[in-house]
């Protein structure tokens, strides 16, 4: 349904004269050769983005039977999919969310109802098959992940363990949102509280209870020492409200936004200090600037559309068209059409040189920590690169995944671990698959081969026709 709201009427007391470089940023939706068409979108009513996205790869949370499964598209190949695109398919139930890792662009997770977190590396140039081994298998939930628990759990991915559990909920965690150096962690939960926890001891630093604001999603916004919320007034009108982070007493400023009843999500930009709200089933995008001071929060402009999303990926930084004044890139998924839109937020200027000003140093792709370091107690701001000269990695860093020991019974020269039957119909299905690719990729082989053998013969018949005298 196409949105009839209009936010400015709501925030008539604010002056629209504010001098801001932002205020005439716009949306521009890619054109058809740049969407990715064909995609059998989930079909699941989580609330949850189902997309990510990275300067590489695009991965999609999939609608299938027999198991969860998501595709992992490179950016690069835009236009329509083919309906035996090779999928991630190794979970047992349908997969809830997925996440790029932001420091090694080959690696994601994915959480899914078999209440499994699975690790997975996509090779350069993106899938030629479908792949169903995950290089990390993490199972410390008793139910499914994310969606009806109310412990987080902190894992380290280096020995493939978890190192920490937040068990201070008492239903379930809506949200969580890190800070910029990963020494806070602010939750939102179905009790109707607000925390801002200690992540390696979980012990609780503020609290609040939200009954006229039940909030929904939660983010921290940058350096700035603020939390910004969206929920539902008591009036069930969608709501966003900004919170100082060392005092949770009562908010800084709500703010109605309209009636519609779907789940709003921020997405927040700490270089231009830009607020993004998507509702989910919405067709538009609403803007704003944070500032320190009064309003706070100011209302830029609104990017519509007639098709509603599904959800909403991001791409970071480093990978945003420069050249365009690009400062912000969504992939729209839109379910009724199999489509993924991009859609770029771009600052209008006349200049062809580079704009510093909307490009401040950003955070990069090179880690400010290890795992240990964070654990034993340091804090470190995010390592930062400048986009002047395009994105240049200081160091190739080389994800290692725990080594699992494997195990083996051989009998008769037959190693029967390796063989084991299918138990369920799960597991009978990616068997089915696994043997389906290995036989076409040996009769792709066979194929090769034989074509080798015929020109090889010709060369052979070529050389027994030459007389010996010509050569």
């Known amino acids: 349904m196409f949105n009839l709201y209009t936010f ?20 521009k939706v890619g054109n058809r050769e740049h969407c990715y068409d064909g995609i059998p979108i989930t079909k699941n009513v989580h609330d949850n983005h189902f997309c990510a996205v990275n300067s590489k790869f695009l991965a999609v949370v999939t609608e299938s039977a027999g198991g969860g499964s998501f595709i992992i598209i490179p950016v690069s190949q835009s236009g329509r999919l083919d309906s035996h695109y090779p999928k991630v398919c190794g979970h047992q139930g349908n997969v809830l969310d997925i996440k790029w890792n932001p420091f090694f662009e080959n690696i994601i997770a994915s959480c899914s109802e078999d209440t499994s977190v699975r690790v997975w590396e996509i090779p350069e140039g993106g899938l030629r098959r479908n792949m169903t081994e995950a290089v990390l298998e993490l199972y410390g939930h008793s139910r499914r992940v994310p969606t009806t628990h109310d412990t987080i759990l902190i894992w380290n991915l280096e020995i493939g363990e978890p190192v920490k559990m937040i068990d ?36 609780v630093l503020q609290q609040a209870s939200c009954k006229n604001h039940r909030v929904n999603r939660v983010v921290f916004l940058g350096n700035m020492k603020r939390l910004l919320t ?26 109605d936004i309209d009636g519609l009843s779907g789940l709003l999500f921020p997405f927040y930009d700490t270089d231009t200090h830009m607020l993004y709200l998507a509702g989910k089933g919405d067709g538009n995008i609403r803007y704003f600037e944070i500032t320190t001071e009064k309003p706070y929060i100011q209302y830029l402009m609104e990017f519509r559309s007639p098709a509603p999303q599904k959800g909403l990926g991001v791409m970071p930084k480093h990978g ?27 600052v209008p200027r006349r200049s062809d040189t580079y704009q510093e000003d909307i490009y401040p140093m950003t955070a990069g792709t090179e880690p400010a920590l290890s795992a240990s370091e964070w654990l034993s ?19 190739q860093l080389v994800f290692k995944a725990p080594v699992k020991e494997k195990k083996s ?40 081969k034989d074509v080798r053998i015929r020109q090889l013969e010709l060369e052979l018949n070529n050389l027994k026709n030459v007389s010996p005298t010509n050569v």
């Open 409 to 448: 019974v051989v009998v008769n020269g037959i190693d029967l671990l390796e063989n084991v039957p299918p138990r369920t119909e799960n597991e009978l299905l990616r068997m089915f698959f696994r043997q389906q690719d290995e036989l076409r990729r040996l009769k792709e082989e066979l194929t090769t």
């Open 377 to 395: 107690g340091i804090d470190r701001d995010p390592v930062l690169m400048s986009l002047k000269d395009g994105y240049h990695r200081p160091n």
């Open 230 to 255: 969206t929920g539902v007034s008591r009036w069930n009108t969608r709501q966003i409200a900004l919170w100082d982070q060392e005092d949770l007493s009562m908010p800084i400023v709500e703010e």
């Open 8 to 27: 400015p009427s709501q925030m008539s007391w604010r002056p629209t004269y504010r001098s801001s470089k932002f205020r005439n940023v716009y949306g």
């Open 168 to 203: 201070c909920h008492t239903d379930v965690i809506l949200s969580m949102s890190f800070n910029t150096d990963g020494s806070l962690l602010a939750t939102s939960c179905k009790d109707k509280k607000l925390r801002v926890i200690e992540p390696r001891s979980g012990r």
């Open 320 to 346: 945003l068209d420069v050249a365009a004044c690009e400062v912000f890139r969504f992939y729209k998924l839109v379910t009724l059409k199999g489509l993924i839109e991009p859609i770029s937020m771009i």
